[in-house]
Each structure stands twice: as C-alpha cells, then as structure tokens.
C-alpha cells in the first residue's frame, strides 16, 4: 500500500514517468492509472522471463484501455550504458523479483548470469 500511495502522489496525469527494474509491471500499471491517456511509461526490465510477463500484462491492459502510452524497454538503468551482468539468484523461481545488478558479490550467491543492455 506505500507503494502504491507514493506512486500515486508523485505521479500526475499527463506526466511521462519511468518504471526501473519494472519486472511484472506492478508498478507501471499504477504510474498508467494515474499519468492516464495523456501521459506516458517507460518501463524498463532486463530479465528475459519477467519482460515476457511485462509485455503481457501491458497487452492486458491495453485491450482494457486502462492506460497511458507504455514503452517498454529490454534492459537495465545504470550508471552507463553499455553491459551489464543481471545475477539472477535460485530463488528468482519462487520469488520473480530478485534478479538484480550489483557491481559488487551479494550474500546469496548467483544460480546464473546473463549480459543485459544498460542505459543512463
């Protein structure tokens, strides 16, 4: 709920937003309530698995015209553009939301990697 009501706040119709590590589109599906039809959301996610589900959910939701303009985008923001490793832990299976990007060795250790783009 403190998500949501932030969003909310922070957001106005009309407005172009963006949503970093969107994963499922949580919180792109609030930030599109609110910009509404004039407004716009740049969702980012570099997790080939959670972007498929993104993309679904924005179809969804898109058939229901409950939205602003979504753009979404394969990849990851950062510091610079470029490459960067995406660790996706063992429990990214029960829990979608752990993949992260980390410059440096987490405490839970990497069951795989893969490259994703980077943007500023």
């Given amino acids: 709920m403190p998500l949501t009501e932030a969003l909310w706040r922070l957001a106005q119709p009309g407005d172009t937003v963006v949503d970093g590590g969107a994963n499922i589109g949580y919180a792109t599906s609030i930030l599109a309530a609110r910009v509404g039809l004039r407004g716009r959301v740049h969702s980012f996610e570099p997790d080939p698995r959670s972007f498929g589900e993104l993309q679904r959910n924005v179809t969804e939701w898109e058939e229901r015209g409950q939205r602003g303009a979504f753009v979404l985008h394969t990849a990851a923001l950062g510091a610079r553009s ?6 996706i832990p ?3 299976e029960w829990n979608g939301g752990r993949a992260r990007i980390e410059a440096a060795a987490s405490e839970e250790e990497a069951a795989s990697e ?3 783009e980077s943007r500023t």
Avoid: K, P, R, V
């Fill in 82 to 87: 470029g490459t960067a490793t995406l660790q």
């Fill in 90 to 92: 063992a429990s990214f």
């Fill in 114 to 116: 893969l490259d994703a």
